[in-house]
Nanobody
Framework: QVQLVESGGGLVQAGGSLRLSCAAS????????TGWFRQAPGKEREFVAG????????YYADSVKGRFTISRDNAKNTVYLQLNRLKPEDTAVYYC???????????????????WGQGTQVTVSS
């Protein structure tokens, strides 16, 4: 079982940048598919970015493609989400998620992930 802890959220002006971190413990992330999701007040949790367990494949929601980048540092057992050119509509609580590589399910859906962090707040002012 893997435990996930996010950090790096904060308040930033539109056009600014943040880097979110998701530190894992208990198991190595190279055995897990990982994803970032976000949830704004009154809205459902939505997919933002994902990475295959090997790290060889990354994929993004259309709303963040070209602005956000998911990456992983195996030595630190940490997944990152770089957020650039932030917009007020990016304001949300951002969650890191993981699932074992052998688990099936649509990786764009939150229900297919078994492990979640506590979330980190990102607020973008206009």
């Amino acid at each position: 079982q893997v435990q996930l802890v996010e950090s790096g959220g904060g308040l930033v002006q539109a056009g600014g940048s943040l880097r979110l971190s998701c530190a894992a413990s208990g198991r190595t992330l190279s055995s897990y598919r990982t994803g970032w999701f976000r949830q704004a007040p009154g809205k459902e949790r939505e997919f933002v970015a994902g990475m295959s367990w090997s790290g060889g494949s990354t994929y993004y929601a259309d709303s963040v493609k070209g602005r956000f980048t998911i990456s992983r540092d195996n030595a630190k057992n940490t997944v990152y989400l770089q957020l650039n050119r932030l917009k007020p509509e990016d304001t949300a609580v951002y969650y890191c998620a993981a699932r074992a590589r052998e688990r099936d399910g649509n990786p764009y859906r939150s229900g297919s992930y078994d492990y979640w962090g506590q979330g980190t707040q990102v607020t973008v002012s206009s």
